[in-house]
């Protein structure tokens, strides 16, 4: 066997399948990559295995679902599942989003701004 090769990648599929215990879609749908999850200080204590012990240590400060995947090397479907585990277990809070167009320009002021640069 060669650990860098195919049955290394296999394995890390396999890992994946039973840390998720199968699922691949998170109980909450709604958590995007850019969410941000913070611990809730009781969940430091609180009896976790391995991936998820870790999400909650990183999660004492406020970090994205996209970062946890990329510090814990989770691949991205991964992380959502656990990181919608613990929230529905009350280890993590989700922080709510923005509106969507909060502090954003208007699409009119978009297309001005757009229409200027053509005509340099």
């Known amino acids: 066997m060669n650990p860098g090769g195919e ?4 394995g890390e599929v ?11 879609r998170p109980v909450r ?3 995007r990559l850019e969410t941000l999850v913070t611990a809730f200080p009781a969940a430091l204590g609180a009896p976790l295995d391995f991936e998820r012990l870790r999400i909650v240590e990183l999660c004492r400060f406020p970090h994205s679902v996209a970062e946890i ?4 090397s989770l691949p991205l479907g991964v992380a959502r599942v656990l990181v919608a585990d613990l929230a529905a277990e009350r280890h993590l809070h989700v922080h709510d989003h923005p509106p969507e167009h909060a502090g954003r320009p208007s699409i009119a002021l978009l297309e001005r701004i757009r229409d200027g640069l053509l005509r340099l």
């Open 29 to 31: 749908p709604e958590l």
């Open 14 to 24: 396999v890992r994946a399948f039973i840390v998720t215990r199968g699922r691949t």
């Open 69 to 72: 995947a990329a510090l814990l």
């Open 7 to 10: 049955d290394a990648e296999a």
